[in-house]
């Protein structure tokens, strides 16, 4: 049955209308996987002789043990973030006389070959080998490494957990932020030390095998946790229980001061309140808001003016990056509807514009108590702002005619990468980078006020040049309607 399981994965991989277009994506994934794997395995081979000779008077392999514990808070905050959950289209399958238990223990199994799984044995298999060389006793050693594996599986199923709990709160980053961040401070303040605790445990394990047994049951006491729960909620009829709630009505009468434009920005902005993947838009606002507080009260930065530009093009634009890049994605699941209706399309283009230029109005407002460090950081966000409205928000709408990658409004709002395709990647740094190199040689050569006037003037530019801009954006739009309208047909 497995065999048959793998079989209908592989015909759907290579039979989506997605996996072709992503190639030079998954390339530069693979390409970046080989260099982490080079990297474990250097770290792997070289990690014992560089603690032998910076701490001669230390044993190598206790200060490792003292370390697991930093790493596998990592590896757990790393998992929920960029781990992508093993997922299967089972709906069809509910249909046939298949056990349950048979799908359940196929997507678990999956989960254990993920990368993540693998990548940490690149490490702790060269470094057990160079403690055989250094006489270390084999079987100590070898139990060390089935214990860490054991472990790492013990992490991949907690995660399981985690991203169950996640999805029941607004904010899904929520409660591993909380989980990660409470084991750090009571370690950290040495309320209880999980260092001392996890390293004396593995060495125990390690030196008295039969108590291999802990670990493992362990695993597969978070094993069977997760089947029960995946196999409650596999059933056909799951996702068609509704949920009764209050229904709510928002009052965006105000939106028609802005003429022939309004019925779209209401569309906006109730796709922004009522789903959840849009509504971290907005909450990523108070994000983008307080990130100059990193830089700004530090000393450090005070002399970095550069910084200046990319952290008020960051705040300024925060809502323009995180919600323009993904335009017109956010109508994939109604496009078709939308581009049937007799409507104009520089209508369409104008309220996305209009809604990017207000956030990056409203959050330079938001922003100018910033000043309480220094009138240069609000001149460099007055420049910045202009530069967003007449430079960047064109930009993106122009990215936006490439975008083919279809959204799920529905899915987990914070780090979740569905949707994204190589049109994000190309745009997103740019829109940050190109700013600072603009200004960069008039301020070296000239003054900080001149290459804050570089931008002004580039962005005063744009917005003269509006019009005519958004003219051949809209006939870059028209040109591919109907391979978007295909694209955002297709599931992903």
Same mark, same amino acid.
């Given at each position: ?96 006389? #298949?056990?349950?238990?048979? /799908? ?7 989960? &254990? +070959?993920? !990368?993540? *799984? @693998? %990548? ?12 055989l060389i250094n006489g270390y006793d084999?079987? #100590?050693?070898?139990?060390? /490494? ?7 599986? &013990? +992490?991949? !199923?907690? *995660? @399981? %957990? ?19 961040? #409470? ?87 109730k796709l922004l309140l009522r789903n ?217």
């Amino acid at each position: 049955m497995i065999s048959n399981f793998i079989n209908l994965e592989w015909k759907q991989f290579f039979r989506s209308t997605y996996w072709q277009k992503s190639v030079a994506l998954n390339l530069l994934l693979a390409f970046f996987g080989l260099f982490l794997i080079a990297m474990f395995l250097i770290m792997g081979i070289a990690l014992y002789p560089i603690l032998k000779e910076e701490f001669p008077n230390s044993d190598p392999f206790i200060m490792v043990n003292n370390m697991l514990f930093y790493w596998f808070l990592t590896d757990l905050l790393i998992r929920f973030f960029f781990q992508k959950l093993p997922v299967m289209t089972v709906k069809p399958l509910l249909t046939l006389p #298949i056990k349950k238990s048979k /799908i359940v223990n196929y997507v678990l199994g999956k989960s &254990i +070959i993920s !990368f993540f *799984n @693998f %990548l940490l044995m690149f490490a702790i298999v060269p470094f057990g080998i160079m403690l055989l060389i250094n006489g270390y006793d084999s079987t #100590i050693v070898l139990f060390w /490494i089935f214990v860490l594996i054991n472990t790492t599986l &013990i +992490i991949n !199923f907690l *995660n @399981f %957990l985690i991203e169950n709990l996640a999805s029941k709160t607004e904010l899904s980053f929520l409660p591993i932020i909380a989980l990660t961040g #409470i084991l750090y401070a009571l370690n950290y303040f040495d309320i209880i030390s999980f260092t001392t605790l996890l390293s004396n445990g593995i060495m125990a394990v390690a030196n008295y095998p039969i108590m291999i047994f802990i670990p493992m049951t362990i695993l597969a006491g978070v094993y069977f946790y997760n089947f029960k729960i995946l196999k409650n909620k596999l059933y056909i009829d799951n996702s068609l229980k509704s949920k009764t709630q209050e229904a709510k009505t928002t009052n965006l009468a105000w939106t028609q001061k802005f003429g022939d434009i309004s019925p779209f920005m209401q569309l906006d902005l109730k796709l922004l309140l009522r789903n959840k993947r849009p509504r971290s838009s907005i909450f990523i606002l108070i994000i983008g808001l307080l990130y100059g507080l990193f830089f700004y009260p530090n000393p450090l930065y005070q002399d970095k003016v550069w910084l200046f530009v990319f952290v008020g093009t960051f705040v300024t634009g925060i809502f323009l990056i995180n919600f323009g890049q993904f335009i017109p994605a956010w109508d994939s699941g109604y496009y078709k509807m939308l581009m049937s209706q007799n409507i104009k399309y520089e209508q369409y283009l104008k309220s996305k514009f209009t809604l990017m230029s207000a956030s990056v109005v409203i959050m330079f407002l938001l922003s100018i108590p910033y000043v309480y460090f220094g009138w240069n950081i609000l001149l460099a966000h007055f420049a910045a702002a202009i530069y967003n409205i007449g430079v960047n928000s064109h930009v993106i709408l122009f990215a936006g005619a490439y975008n083919r990658k279809k959204i799920n409004l529905d899915q987990r709002a914070v780090f979740n990468y569905q949707g994204t395709g190589a049109v994000q990647w190309l745009v997103g740094l740019p829109l940050l980078l190109v700013p600072i190199l603009i200004f960069l040689p008039f301020y070296y050569f000239i003054s900080f006020e001149s290459g804050l006037l570089a931008l002004i003037v580039l962005g005063l530019i744009g917005i003269v040049l509006h019009q005519r801009t958004m003219s051949l954006i809209k006939k870059k739009y028209l040109e591919y309607k109907y391979e978007m309208i295909n694209a955002f047909s297709q599931e992903n």
